[in-house]
């Protein structure tokens, strides 16, 4: 077997397993030859009519059929197939109407195959003109309207006369298109663009002898074809330039249709279009009437349509140089045929059509046809018996030694006869039939291990490389066009574009509120500050100076040390959102990190290159940054972890798990999860966790409650649903925890929604105050920016504002500013505020070097007023900025050498720092998927003065590395 395929390379594409017979393998290395010579020239392609000599094989046949069908469809055929099964409500079928029914939907492109067929898909505008010929003459209509008087007399005339104007309407409202059109509506505009372009060049020419401006011949050319292509599709009225189309020229010139009897000129000419209109009318009328009358010519009319599209689909002289790219030909299946469906009768009609025009074709057909039905492809025979005493050259050929090796010779003897089978005296043969009797061992299935596959060679056809200068110059055209949209599309998705690059690290995502903010790790020349669009000028202002410096060092380290250097990126929000355009936090944390890369750089060898990461507004973005920042670490070692991701969000553990699979750890500042250090062991953070900072309130909370009565608390949330936020339902579950623990009766708990950047508190601060119990504690689990309003509400609804009411919350609100009288950051006059913060400053300070480096380093502090409650430290997020970066740089740096971003990762474990901003950041107590213990943490209290302003006052406080817990009397309230 494997020496039958050697003539052809083993192709099985798209999961075609092979053929699984001999004959199978045999007949389609005969269609391959064939495709290999149509690629060349145009050889006959017959009826290829398979049957088996043993009836009993019939279903083989069938098979091998259907294996035939299966291998040109993965080879790249365009193929179709006709829907052979018999009819089921059509008790005596008319087998000249069902070889009808076979080719009227092949006149669908999508028949023939998908995109996975060569060139693009086929146009059938003959066969669908036909269609539409036959839809009118079916239409009910035109049965009230054909022509009863003889043919010739004056009522004959006027009543024929009357029945083509009735059909020329009924065409007219069916577009001169099927009724139900098969073209798809894009392929149908195509060809409308193609019929009217000359129309409207021919405009523009003309508008440019009046106007030279170029632009008004393009407008002029465009409002024609416009203007055409509305007339074009005038409901109830035939097309515009109909007798143009490439069907109707066919339909008025082919001698098929020629009438002998009535002299109707068949010129189309464009400067003629009413005598061109009546041709082409009393075209449609004739051919209407003999369609009316039956018999063969409706059938032959249909495939003599097909095959003249099939010729026009892959001529090779044409504006496309289709033929030249479509070099496998069409195939027609007809998995079983016989009289009952048609089948037979379509046969005949293809080889009577072949015969009557002498042209050739490009359409291969397959059929696979009963034992005892062969016989009924001969002409003439219609019971199967050929005549006495008449040998048929269709009759079985005679049963060769080896089938395969006849195969090519009988295709070669059947185009030879060709010459002589078609002359009318050959009465008994149907010429372009193929007949091939497939013995019963050829068809027994072989072992799989021997199935095999054939396809001829095929390799690019030059017409598909070089197709013309028109393709050149669409080519170019397109070229520009496409690199102006991509341009545009690249300054539209990222930070910093040019025509055909652009710095893929950063991109243009949505912001809160409206507008976009550039987001992701900055290693070029991006400035996120340059892209603030909310903000004020301060904070805005204060940024750009910052990435201004930072960049200026990190240059002075590539200049000066291009080996003896580390990189650490900070990830934090570095663009703010239009409904809250606090830049803060970001500004706070980038000046900590800035001070600690110039301290570095300063006073080691080993220097300290920052790149900055914007996560968004919030840190909204911070899943893209941590990708971004992945991919460029991947590129560049000199990476070694990253600071910052301040924010609790439900992206963090997706945040943390994208950046370990990097190798990177990650030292956060001011990150309070509690589950992070306990999931992954690439993270750390100096901030103590929400429940520890819980427990601490806890001892707050424990004073507040007395020794009566259980008092009444509740927790009052942030509705985080339609949000990222994961930090105020982690404070909301530890605080529950926390006052339950305390032995407080807990009321159901509330959420307040937040729209537009403002809190929904009234309803909530109404039923809070005006119910049976009112809470005497409410554990806030919110944010920074809500507790003005909160503040506001309560001081004024009856039930609170004359009740003494202690709210406690987390270590946001260490970022408020509680000074001045009432407003955002202040507090009402009965309600005291505790609140937990993550950075002890006080004790801290008189043993660090923090505020002396920042008054020398930071240009806009001056000197003698940088203390620890200054407006930029007070709230601790630069000074935990600062400290993370110190101990990331020193675990990368161990030994003053440079470590590699797996031995930062293990070093860690090992980092103790003194004299840092926040006391002793030591992480040697830091187990692997656990917490540690050594958190800086304070316990503040705010209330009103007797003068009506608010006074901040730490309760305790205990510094980084102290891991002594505290206690009540250090935290007591009296």
């Known amino acids: 077997m494997l020496g039958r395929d050697q003539m052809f390379p083993q192709d099985c594409p798209g999961g075609h397993q092979g053929m699984s017979t001999g004959a199978g393998i045999d007949v389609q290395r005969q269609l391959e030859s064939l495709i290999q010579d149509f690629r060349a020239g145009d050889p006959p392609m017959p009826v290829i009519v398979l049957h088996a000599e043993d009836a009993a094989d019939d279903d083989r046949v069938t098979e091998l059929v259907d294996e035939l069908r299966e291998g040109q469809q993965s080879h790249g055929t365009r193929l179709a197939v006709a829907p052979t099964e018999p009819p089921r409500d059509d008790a005596d079928p008319d087998p000249t109407a069902q070889a009808v029914r076979l080719l009227r939907d092949l006149g669908d492109s999508r028949k023939w195959g998908d995109r996975s067929a060569s060139y693009r ?58 009724v139900r059109p098969e073209r798809r509506n894009r392929q149908a505009l195509l060809n409308d663009v193609q019929q009217f372009l000359p129309a409207g060049v021919l405009g523009a020419l003309t508008s440019l002898l009046t106007r030279p401006e170029w632009y008004v011949a393009v407008l002029a050319g465009i409002g024609l074809m416009i203007l055409l292509a509305a007339l074009n599709h005038v409901p109830g009225r035939a097309p515009l330039f109909l007798w143009l189309r490439r069907e109707s020229r066919w339909f008025l010139t082919t001698t098929f249709l020629q009438s002998a009897a009535r002299r109707q000129s068949t010129s189309v000419r464009l400067l003629r279009p009413v005598r061109s209109w009546r041709a082409i009318a009393a075209r449609a009328y004739d051919v209407a009437e003999a369609m009316r009358e039956g018999g063969v010519f409706p059938l032959q009319l249909y495939v003599l349509a097909l095959f003249e599209d099939l010729r026009d689909n892959h001529r090779r002289v044409s504006w496309d140089l289709r033929g030249l790219k479509r070099t496998r030909p069409p195939v027609l299946i007809l998995r079983q045929v016989s009289r009952e469906n048609g089948g037979i009768e379509l046969i005949r009609a293809v080889s009577d059509v072949r015969s009557r025009r002498s042209e ?85 299935q072989l072992r799989q291990a021997d199935w095999r596959c054939v396809r001829a060679r095929h390799r690019p056809p030059v017409a598909r490389i070089v197709w013309s200068a028109y393709s050149l110059a669409l080519v170019l055209a397109l070229a520009a066009t496409v690199g102006v949209v991509h341009a545009r599309d ?91 355009p606090s830049l803060v936090k970001g500004a706070e944390e980038l000046a900590g990190v800035y001070l600690a890369q110039r301290v570095v750089n300063e006073n080691y060898r080993v220097k300290l290159r920052v790149l900055l990461a914007n996560g968004g507004a919030d ?147 109404e039923s809070i105050c005006r119910g049976e119990d009112v809470p005497s504690v409410i554990y806030f689990a919110g944010r920074v920016e809500d507790i003005g309003p909160l503040m506001t509400q309560l001081g004024v609804e009856p039930g609170c504002a ?25 507090v009402a006059p ?130 980084a590395g102290v891991s002594k817990p505290l206690d009540v009397k250090q935290c007591s309230i009296e």
Request: a neutral charge; one cysteine or more.
């Open 830 to 959: 009965r309600i005291t505020l505790y609140h937990a913060a993550l950075a002890e400053l006080r004790e801290a300070a008189s043993g660090t070097a923090f505020y002396q480096d920042a008054a020398q380093h930071l240009p806009w502090l001056e000197p003698g007023g940088v203390t620890y409650d200054a407006p930029g430290f007070a709230s601790g997020q630069t000074a935990l900025a600062h400290d993370a970066t110190r101990a990331l740089y020193w675990a990368a740096s161990l030994g003053d050498v440079r470590q590699s971003r797996a031995a930062t990762w293990v070093n860690l474990r090992v980092v103790k720092l003194e004299g840092m901003a926040t006391g002793t950041i030591d992480f040697t107590d830091a187990p692997l998927f656990g917490e540690r213990h050594g958190h800086s943490i304070v316990l503040a209290r705010v209330r009103r003065t007797p003068e009506g302003l608010s006074q901040a006052e730490v309760l305790c406080s205990r510094p």
């Open 619 to 765: 840190m909204g973005h911070q899943r893209f940054t941590a990708d971004a920042i992945a991919r460029y670490a991947d590129r560049d070692p000199s990476v070694v972890g990253v600071v910052g991701f301040g924010r609790d969000l439900q992206s963090s553990p997706a945040v943390t798990r994208r950046l370990q699979e990097a190798g990177l750890p990650v030292v956060s500042g001011t990150n309070s999860a509690t589950y992070l250090p306990k999931d992954f062991s690439n993270w750390l953070s100096l901030a103590a966790p929400d429940e520890h900072q819980a427990e601490a309130l806890g001892l707050v909370a424990r004073q507040l409650r007395g020794k009566g009565d259980a008092p009444y608390a509740l927790v009052l949330a942030r509705d985080t649903k339609a949000s990222q936020d994961r930090y105020t339902s982690e404070q909301a579950y530890y605080g529950g925890e926390m006052l339950r623990k305390e032995g407080f009766r807990l009321l159901p708990s509330r959420t307040y929604r937040v729209a537009h950047g403002k809190p929904e508190l009234r309803l909530h601060a």
């Open 360 to 444: 050739l074709d490009p359409l291969l057909i397959v059929a696979g046809v009963a034992a005892h039905d062969a016989p009924l492809l001969d002409r003439g025979t219609d019971t199967g018996a050929p005549p006495n005493g008449v040998t048929s050259r269709s009759q079985p050929l005679s049963r060769p030694a080896r089938l395969q090796q006849r195969l090519r010779h009988w295709y070669d003897e059947w185009a030879g006869n060709l010459r002589a089978d078609q002359s009318p005296s050959r009465t008994n043969a149907l010429p372009w039939v193929l007949r091939i009797a497939l013995p019963h061992e050829e068809l027994l």
């Open 490 to 580: 690249l300054h539209r998705t990222y930070c910093s574009a040019g025509l055909l690059t652009a710095d893929r690290d950063t991109e243009l995502r949505p912001a809160p509120g409206g507008g976009t903010e550039c987001v992701g790790i900055s290693a070029g020349g991006v400035r996120f500050g340059s892209h603030l669009e909310g903000g004020s000028d301060s904070e805005g202002g204060r940024l750009r100076e910052l990435e201004k410096l930072v960049h200026a060092e990190n240059a002075k380290v590539l200049r000066g040390n291009p080996r003896a250097y580390v990189t650490v990126v900070y990830a934090g929000p570095l663009s703010s959102a239009t409904v809250d």
């Open 802 to 826: 004359n009740r003494q009411i202690s709210i406690l919350t987390g270590d946001d609100l260490s970022k408020a500013k509680f000074s001045g009288v009432g407003g955002r950051d202040g």
């Open 121 to 178: 898909p086929y146009s059938f505008p003959r066969l669908g003109l036909v269609r539409a010929l036959q839809d009118a003459t079916d239409d009910p209509e035109m049965d009230a309207h054909w022509p009863t008087a003889p043919a010739g007399t004056p009522d004959g005339n006027v009543q024929r006369e009357q029945a083509q104007t009735r059909l020329l309407r009924i065409l007219a409202r069916q577009r001169w298109r099927p």
